[in-house]
Structure formats: C-alpha cells, structure tokens
C-alpha cells in the first residue's frame, strides 16, 4: 500500500533559523512527488512538483529534493510569513490516485 | 494558470437540508476532480474521485447517498451533501488534476457548518 509520513508533525522556528521538512514515501514506480502549502481555512497552494531522484526545486526561500525514499522541503532564512501547513504528496504509478501526508505545521516566530 | 474554483466559501444549512458545492477549473479542462474533507488540524481526507461522464468513484467509508457527486461538464463539478446533519460540519475542498495530468490544482475550500 502506498504511504506518505511527514516529519515533524509541527516545528517552531525563529525568523531567519533555517530547517528541513521531510517527506518519507513508499510506493513502487513514483510518477511524481508534490509540496503544497497550505494556509488556515484556505485550499493546498501548489509549491513544486518532483520526479526523479536528484532532482532539486527553488522558489525564494524554499527548495525541494528528491531522493528514491524520501523529500525534503529546505527553508532558508524563514519570515513569519512562511508560517503554513507543509504537505507533500506522491502520484500512484496508476496515475489516478495522489496520496497525501500528514503535514508538517510550521510556525515561524518574528 | 491552472485555476481551481470553489463556491459558496462558506455556508450554513439547516438540518435535514442538502447543500450543493460547486467546484469549477477556470483556465483548463479536467476530466478528473477530486473532492477531500479535512477537519480542524487533520490532513486532507480523500473522499471520491469525479471523472466526467462517468460515477464518481467513492473512498471506503464515503457514503454515496450522502455525499452526491456530478461531473457533468469537463469544467465543472458539484459535490451535494443530502440530508446534512451537524457532524456533516465540515472544510470541503476540491481539485483538479491540471493540463498534463501530473499535477493537482486545489480550489479555495468551502466551509459547511449545519445547524
């Protein structure tokens, strides 16, 4: 069964602390790897997509790798306006179905 | 690109009601939604699959009578909860898998509240 674990459940940082998020997944044949942002009471916000392992992704202040396993979700030097909810997905290799982690909450403290 | 809309945003129904959530791709054509709940600090809860043309197919533990689904244009899908009750309260959030097929696009959400 295909599986998606984020790590931290929530992480507090201070402005400018930077860290890792992680995604870990499980699923033969990955057609591809999502972060999403979401805010409060607001749909998921569509940050990147990866495919293959090695590959990498910016957009300001975040990046995204790829390994056979796992993702990370890189934030350098986060402003309080990075607070959100992280999550990352994976696509089935039927192409259907995405499944989706938990969510990393992350808050950042000015 | 790659839009996704929901309406209403937010919307307060009587019990023993049906509400209707329309969710809409306003730059591109998709022939499959997908419709999620997600409750207060959870993660997203796949409910069902809509292709267009065809019945929606349903997660295990959804009920279909309750929770109606249409796709009957390739912009638009609508997502009716029949004979609402107050657990029914809920964030309902759609998406749409964008031009490409390899990424999903997510609409804004629609809060339910049922009183």
């Known amino acids: 069964e295909d599986q998606v674990t984020q790590s931290p459940e929530a992480l507090r940082l201070q402005e400018g602390e930077s860290s890792s998020l992680n995604c870990s997944y499980t699923?033969?044949?990955?057609?591809?790897l999502f972060w999403y942002r979401q805010d409060p009471g607001k749909g998921p916000e569509f940050l990147f997509t990866?495919?293959?392992a090695g590959e990498e992704k910016e957009k300001e202040r975040l990046k995204a790798t790829l390994t056979k396993k796992e993702s990370f979700l890189h934030i350098t030097a986060p402003k309080p306006e990075d607070s959100a909810t992280y999550l990352c997905?994976?696509?089935?290799?039927?192409?259907?179905?995405?499944?989706f982690g938990p969510g990393t909450r992350l808050s950042v403290l000015p | 690109g790659a839009v996704v809309s929901q309406h209403p945003s937010r919307v307060i129904c009587k019990s023993g009601t049906s509400v209707k959530i329309e969710c809409r791709s306003l730059?591109?054509?998709?022939?499959?939604m997908f419709w999620y709940r997600q409750f207060p600090k959870q993660s997203l809860m796949l409910m069902a699959t809509?292709?267009?043309?065809?019945?929606?197919?349903?997660e295990q533990g959804v009920e279909k009578d309750k929770f109606l689904i249409n796709h009957a244009s390739l912009t638009l899908s609508t997502l009716t909860v029949t004979s609402a009750h107050p657990e029914d309260s809920s964030f309902y959030i759609c998406?749409?898998?964008?031009?490409?097929?390899?990424?999903?696009?997510f609409g804004e959400g629609s809060w339910l509240t049922v009183v």
């Open positions: 730059d591109f054509q998709a022939t499959t």
């Open positions: 998406s749409a898998r964008g031009p490409g097929g390899n990424t999903i696009y």
């Open positions: 990866l495919y293959s």
């Open positions: 997905a994976v696509q089935a290799p039927d192409g259907q179905n995405f499944v």
């Open positions: 809509s292709n267009e043309g065809s019945k929606a197919t349903y």
């Open positions: 699923v033969s044949g990955l057609r591809g």
